[in-house]
């Protein structure tokens, strides 16, 4: 078994992180991560330069899937 992390400072299950927005999530599927960079990147957008609109159009394909299954 071995771990399939990039550094000492990569996420692990069941670690505890703070978003730029303040809310604390907790990290429980590693394969994730990008979700919590790209709603970071949207929170700094906003405080920087305070857009009418912002529109996400990321695939987040597990995510996705689940909908299709839902409707």
Same mark, same amino acid.
């Given at each position: 078994?071995?771990?399939?992390?990039?550094?000492?400072?990569?996420?692990?299950?069941?670690?505890?992180? %703070?978003?730029? &927005?303040?809310? +604390?999530?907790?990290?429980?599927? #590693?394969?994730?991560?990008?979700?919590? $960079? @790209?709603?970071?990147?949207?929170?700094?957008?906003? %405080?920087?330069? &305070?857009?009418? +609109?912002?529109?996400?159009?990321? #695939?987040?394909?597990?995510?996705?899937? $689940? @909908?299709?299954?839902?409707?």
């Amino acid at each position: 078994m071995a771990e399939n992390f990039v550094g000492d400072d990569a996420f692990r299950p069941s670690d505890i992180i %703070k978003s730029l &927005k303040g809310i +604390t999530v907790e990290i429980g599927n #590693t394969d994730a991560e990008g979700r919590l $960079v @790209l709603s970071d990147c949207m929170t700094w957008t906003q %405080k920087t330069y &305070k857009p009418h +609109t912002l529109i996400d159009m990321a #695939t987040l394909t597990g995510a996705s899937m $689940v @909908l299709n299954k839902l409707n």
